[in-house]
C-alpha cells in the first residue's frame, strides 16, 4: 500500500491544491494522511473532490489555528470501514481490495501543549489495545522524540513525555518507523 503523509499547513491555498494535486499525480497513492488542514470538514472534503477525482475523505474539524487531520483515499483500491475519531487521531479500518490484507490505518496530530501529551499518549495506548493481531499503520506529526538523534534545533534535552514516548512506542512493537518532512 503506497501511503502519502503530509504536515499540509493548510489546504485551502490554490498553491497547496495544486502541489497536492500533482503529488497524488506522481506519486499515485493509495491513502493520503493529511495533517494541518486548517479548514472545516465541509471545506476539507471539497477540496479533496476537486485534486483527486472519485476519492473519499474522513477528517476532523481545525478547532485551533495550527489543527485539523484528515484522511483521503481512493476506493477503487481500498475499502475503508469504522471511522473512530479522537481529538488527536483519526483511525479507520481498512481492506487493499482484491487482496487478503485488512488492517488499520491511524493519522495523528500530536498536541503542542504538555499538559495534552499524557492524554495523546493514552489514546495511543487505547487504540493500540482495539487493533491488537492486526496490521496497524501509523503516522503523521507525533509532536514528540523517542530520542535525541530525532532532534532537530531547540533545546536538547528529553523531558519525561519523551520517555513515556518511547515507552509507549516500544510496547506497540512497531515493525519500522520513518520521520518525513514535508514538501514546502
Not at 504536515?7 to 494535486?21: D, E, V, Y
Not at 478547532?63 to 470501514?81: D, E, F, Q, R, Y
Not at 489514546?123 to 538523534?149: D, E, T
Amino acid at each position: 500500500m503506497k501511503l502519502l503523509p503530509w504536515n499540509i499547513r493548510g489546504c485551502s491555498a490554490p498553491s497547496k491544491k495544486r502541489l497536492l494535486k500533482k503529488k497524488i499525480r506522481e506519486e499515485k497513492p493509495l491513502v493520503i494522511f493529511i495533517q494541518e488542514t486548517k479548514c472545516s470538514e465541509e471545506s476539507f472534503k471539497s477540496i479533496a473532490s476537486k485534486i483527486w477525482k472519485n476519492c473519499e475523505a474522513s477528517t476532523i474539524d481545525a478547532s485551533s489555528p495550527a489543527g485539523g487531520i484528515g484522511i483521503i483515499w481512493n476506493p477503487l483500491g481500498l475499502s475503508i470501514t469504522n471511522f473512530m475519531a479522537t481529538k488527536f487521531s483519526i483511525s479507520v479500518e481498512f481492506h487493499i481490495l482484491g487482496t487478503n490484507s485488512k488492517g488499520f490505518l491511524t493519522n495523528v496530530y500530536g498536541p503542542f501543549k504538555l499538559a495534552s501529551k499524557q492524554l495523546f499518549l493514552r489514546s495511543l495506548q487505547n487504540m493500540s489495545n482495539l487493533v491488537r493481531q492486526r496490521h496497524w499503520i501509523i503516522g503523521g506529526i507525533f509532536n514528540l522524540i523517542r530520542n535525541l538523534q530525532e532532534k532537530k534545533g531547540g533545546i536538547r534535552t528529553l523531558n519525561p513525555t519523551n520517555n513515556d514516548f518511547q515507552n509507549v512506542t516500544h510496547g506497540l512493537t512497531l515493525s519500522s518507523t520513518l520521520s518525513v518532512h514535508p514538501a514546502r
